[in-house]
């Protein structure tokens, strides 16, 4: 779930590849007003300055979800389709864009025995090159176990949700080594 703070607007993802816009005139009063089916599995929702969001997407069900059969989609804020690029990540589970605008993905291959998940980061130039077509080159930024959620700090940085029971916090000194 993506609510936008400041408005009745709320956006879901789910594991059939759809993305869904609900809104009304309050937050208790809100209808289906928009959807859009990006592929086999749609999970992780980021918002976009323009109003819409960012969409991690899948084909291939669950094994080319697993072998990174993936890709970012942004949507206009009636779910309309701006701009897409391949990814090739394993098990994108989680998207956030922090106040750099830079939008961070979460990866790992859900092997519970031996995890391998890894966060990633695409900065501003490289989403204005997905806006121009380009294949996104994200930027590994930090190894983990299952990453999966993620949430953008106001102070900057992120959180970083681990199915296995951490949270990371990535700020500061560390991003801008990883980032450098």
Not at 56 to 62: D, I, L, V, W
Not at 122 to 138: C, F, M, N, T
Not at 141 to 169: C, K, P, Q, W
Request: aromatic share 8%.
């Amino acid at each position: 779930l993506l609510p936008l703070p400041g408005s009745t607007r709320l956006y879901a993802s789910d594991l059939s590849g759809r993305v869904f816009l609900f809104d009304g005139p309050d937050r208790f009063r809100l209808a289906l007003v928009a959807e859009r089916k990006l592929g086999d599995f749609a999970l992780g929702l980021a918002p976009d300055p323009s109003g819409g969001v960012w969409a991690a997407a899948s084909s291939g069900g669950e094994a080319g979800w697993k072998r990174g059969e993936s890709r970012l989609v942004r949507l206009g804020p009636g779910l309309e389709p701006l701009a897409e690029a391949k990814v090739g990540l394993p098990c994108i589970n989680g998207l956030c864009l922090d106040i750099e605008g830079a939008l961070w993905l979460a990866s790992s291959d859900f092997d519970l025995a031996f995890p391998d998940g890894i966060l990633y980061r695409v900065g501003p130039p490289g989403l204005r090159a997905i806006e121009a077509g380009s294949e996104a080159r994200p930027q590994a930024i930090l190894s983990g176990g299952l990453f999966n959620g993620l949430f953008a700090l106001s102070g900057g940085g992120v959180l970083a949700g681990d199915t296995l029971g951490a949270i990371y916090r990535v700020e500061g000194r560390e991003l801008a080594e990883a980032s450098g």
